[in-house]
């Protein structure tokens, strides 16, 4: 893309390693290098796995060399100051429609796992949802929402946007901002 970004920003770190170690079998034109990694330093990753995989492009090494050569920090976490109101909304028109929509208040820099936590809590009858109960590499994995579970072999799936765009992180790192409104919306791909 035009702004640096491979794929989504979790794709960046394979996609850097790839080019990376393959720059030599590229031609006749080099990859913007340097906007490529402006796109990398200006996230503020959250998962281990992503981190991971963005590590050995920005260290110049491979990834067996980087292991173990960055040590990431552990902040102590402070009490909310503030709070948010988030506009959460879920979606199926492929079959059996339905649509609902609630405003839920959360401590500012909640994630968007959070938020729908609370709509749960508001309202379990309509807002349930489940996740893996394993953690996958990118994080937590909504399956269902409002009893409906995505299936593999019809190709459906939750997938979540802000004003109409695909979230491009996970429900266990995305956070919402102050009215923000997200929308949860059944899905084939």
């Not at 290098?33 to 796109?39: E, G, K, L």
């Amino acid at each position: 893309r035009r702004n640096g970004m491979i794929g989504n920003i979790y794709s960046m770190g394979l996609a850097l390693q790839a080019l990376e170690t393959s720059s030599e079998f590229y031609a006749p034109r080099k990859w913007d290098r340097a906007q490529a990694f402006r796109v990398v330093y200006n996230h503020d990753y959250k998962e281990l796995m992503a981190i991971a995989q963005v590590l050995p492009p920005l260290v110049g090494k491979s990834y067996l060399n980087a292991v173990g050569v960055c040590h990431v920090p552990t902040l102590p976490l402070s009490p909310p100051t503030a709070t948010i109101t988030v506009q959460f909304s879920i979606t199926n028109t492929l079959k059996n429609y339905f649509h609902y929509s609630t405003s839920v208040c959360v401590p500012d820099n909640s994630t968007l796992l959070q938020v729908m936590k609370v709509a749960r809590n508001e309202k379990p009858d309509i807002f349930c949802f489940k996740k893996k109960k394993k953690k996958t590499l990118r994080g937590p994995f909504v399956t269902s929402i409002h009893g409906l579970a995505g299936n593999e072999t019809e190709r459906t799936y939750w997938q979540f946007f802000s004003c109409w765009s695909p979230l491009q992180e996970g429900v266990g790192t995305y956070k919402p901002k102050n009215w923000e409104h997200i929308q949860a919306i059944f899905s084939t791909y």
